[in-house]
């Protein structure tokens, strides 16, 4: 029903914070490898450093399984992350190269529970910022109510609804993105 191109980008995480993970893993390696001995003197050394390294691994491995490290994040810097994922997400599709410039990005990002509409330079200009909005919030709360698919599709649909008043199809409306969710 309309001329714009609409792609999807549904992230886990916008960000890799497996480095966030990996600092909390080397403290605790650290605190047990140096505190341990000086309490426990009687174990060995060598005993202790393979406790440390058992914990610092089962650290690591529940922070990074349970995004424990997004959540040691101030809230701006985990926006700002996802904004530049999601900048990525449509430059990296090739939303940026289509004729008449009317394509549109839904970025989700789980992890930081961030949702954005990314539009085209003409998508941009043709349809308010608060009508964008108004597509997220009531993404976020069929998101909310149960399946995300369910709320992507709706979003969708949504999206198309609003483009195809500004864009409608014409006779020859060839597919210039990728029908395929973004990868990223």
Do not use: M
């Amino acid at each position: 029903q309309t001329s714009g191109e609409i792609a999807v980008c549904v992230r886990r995480a916008s960000g890799d914070d497996r480095f966030l993970a990996a600092i909390i893993g080397a403290i605790v390696f650290i605190a047990i490898d140096t505190i341990g001995p000086a309490i426990w003197w009687n174990y060995d050394r060598l005993v202790w450093t393979g406790v440390a390294l058992v914990a610092a691994i089962l650290v690591f491995w529940l922070c990074d399984r349970f995004d424990l490290g997004l959540r040691c994040l101030p809230a701006r810097l985990l926006v700002k992350d996802a904004r530049r994922a999601a900048r990525a997400a449509f430059l990296d599709g090739g939303l940026d190269n289509t004729p008449e410039r009317n394509a549109v990005l839904l970025f989700v990002s789980r992890a930081e529970h961030y949702v954005e509409i990314l539009p085209d330079r003409a998508a941009a200009a043709a349809i308010e910022p608060a009508q964008w909005s108004a597509i997220v919030d009531s993404f976020r709360q069929a998101a909310r109510k149960g399946d995300l698919g369910e709320a992507v599709a709706g979003t969708v649909a949504a999206i198309g609804t609003i483009c195809a008043a500004h864009f409608p199809a014409s006779g020859a409306n060839p597919d210039r993105v990728s029908n395929q969710p973004i990868q990223g």
